[in-house]
């Protein structure tokens, strides 16, 4: 069955540090990736997805991730953080089924707190 | 435009009432999703709409849980005889067609808590 694991609950950074939030996935035919955010009393907000080509997808508010098959994982990154990037993370898997649409399968998600 | 809007934000219910959850989707979106969110957990896929075509309600967990859809518009969910376990976010998403290629847009959802 196909599965998304986040295997950080928390993680805190400081404001201007790096960041990398991790994703590993179980699927059995080349998967559909996404990476959604929820800001405190928001809905998720899409930041970036993949279906196919360049392994290295940028997203909004200045996100990538990565694709590797190799390892199943499509970590999502981001230069420098800001404080108004403090919110939970989800990454989800993408399912086509008959009929067409999209199943989506979530991960557990990652808490990010960010220090001044 | 307008997003996904969901009512009430948070209800507080006694176990065994039933709740109505309430959706509307985006103007023009065919595919509209229900998700469950408990605390600490991912997002739980619960019930599909695609159009005219029949639901797909494999991710309902039990027979108390019901939803509808009247034609492309508002969607209700339906909790009956409700239980403590089914305190959790209610999210629903719209999008414009079901397929992959097309981004769910979700609202803010229904926090509902069963004392």
């Known amino acids: 069955a196909q599965s998304v694991t986040q295997p950080d609950i928390h993680i805190t950074v400081s404001e201007g540090a790096s960041l990398e939030l991790r994703c590993n996935y179980s699927y059995g035919a080349t998967p559909y990736l996404f990476w959604y955010v929820q800001s405190p009393g928001q809905g998720l907000q899409l930041l970036l997805k993949?279906?196919?080509?360049?392994?290295l997808v940028q997203g909004i508010k200045g996100f990538e991730a990565e694709f590797k098959r190799s390892q199943s994982s499509f970590n999502l990154r981001k230069p420098s953080v800001h404080w108004s990037d403090a919110a939970e993370y989800f990454c989800?898997?993408?399912?086509?089924?008959?009929?067409?649409?999209?199943?989506?399968?979530f991960g557990a998600g990652t808490r990010l707190a960010v220090h001044p | 435009g307008a997003g996904v809007s969901q009512s009430p934000s948070n209800k507080v219910t006694e176990k065994g009432k039933d709740v109505e959850l309430r959706c509307d989707p985006i103007s023009g979106h065919t595919a509209l999703y229900w998700y469950r969110q408990r605390l600490g957990q991912g997002l739980e896929f619960l019930i599909y709409?695609?159009?005219?075509?029949?639901?797909?309600k494999s991710g309902l967990p039990s027979d108390r849980f019901s939803a509808e859809r009247t034609g492309e518009s508002v969607s209700t969910l339906t909790i009956q005889r409700t239980q403590q376990e089914d305190s959790a976010v209610y999210l629903c998403?719209?999008?414009?067609?079901?397929?992959?290629?097309?981004?769910?847009?979700f609202g803010p959802g229904t926090r509902l808590t069963v004392t």
């Open positions: 993949y279906f196919s080509g360049d392994t």
């Open positions: 989800a898997v993408g399912r086509t089924l008959s009929g067409g649409y999209n199943k989506l399968i």
């Open positions: 998403a719209s999008s414009l067609r079901g397929s992959i290629t097309y981004e769910q847009y």
């Open positions: 709409f695609q159009g005219n075509s029949a639901p797909d």
